[in-house]
T-cell receptor
């Protein structure tokens, strides 16, 4: 088990461009979460998938943000028409709804800088 | 709504000192409580958890007790090491929710040799 992996680790983009991030969860985990973390703050919840279904979205997730998990395995988070305020660390986490070990495991994150 | 308030940092201690990082929460029902740690250059890791009142979570010498009467989950360690230098996040999961975490703002701990 290699843990939760995210790609890329760093992304610098110009304002107005679209970006897409990928998250590969722990293979047996059916739950997947996206969080955003800005400097000096704790992570804030963005959205949640159980298998391929997106079951919850935060009000933080504006219309420019879209997330998918098409086969219930990896997930992508796309930001369209990026703004400087989108600069943050984007974290992915996964967990299992089965058994006792239901805590979330986090990836190392994708740091986005919008210039 | 749910919220977590934790002690502002940064906190600087000498090796072998006693550590307390305060955490209080606001939530309806009976949330589960967590401490996560983020070492430099690494992802968030679960340090310990407690799922009901009076439970004590412990790991790597760290402890925290779920106090419903004071809505607190303070993190303690009797003797810190340089390797404990990290950012510590208190968090909760609301009972019955999709299990997304609500985090505090984090406390930077630096332990000096």
């Amino acid at each position: 088990d290699t843990g939760v992996s995210q790609d890329p680790r760093h992304k610098i983009t110009k304002r107005g461009q679209n970006v897409t991030f990928r998250c590969d969860p722990i293979s047996e985990h059916n739950r997947l979460y996206w969080y955003r973390q800005t400097l000096g703050q704790g992570p804030e919840f963005l959205t949640y998938f159980q298998n391929e279904a997106q079951l919850e979205k935060s009000r933080l997730l504006s219309d420019r943000f879209s997330a998918e998990r098409p086969k219930g395995s990896f997930s992508t988070l796309e930001i369209q028409r990026t703004e400087q305020g989108d600069s943050a660390m984007y974290l992915c986490a996964s967990s299992s709804s089965q058994g006792k070990g239901t805590e979330a495991f986090f990836g190392q994150g994708t740091r986005l800088t919008v210039v | 709504g749910n919220s977590v308030t934790q002690m502002e940092g940064p906190v600087t201690l000498s090796e072998e000192a006693f550590l307390t990082i305060n955490c209080t929460y606001t939530a309806t029902g009976y949330p589960s409580l967590f401490w996560y740690v983020q070492y430099p250059g690494e992802g968030l890791q679960l340090l310990l958890k407690a799922t009901k009142a009076d439970d004590k979570g412990s790991n790597k010498g760290f402890e925290a007790t779920y106090r419903k009467e004071t809505t607190s989950f303070h993190l303690e360690k009797g003797s810190v090491q340089v390797s404990d230098s990290a950012v510590y996040f208190c968090a909760l999961i609301k009972a019955g929710s999709a299990r997304q975490l609500t985090f505090g703002s984090g406390t930077q701990l630096t332990v000096l040799p």
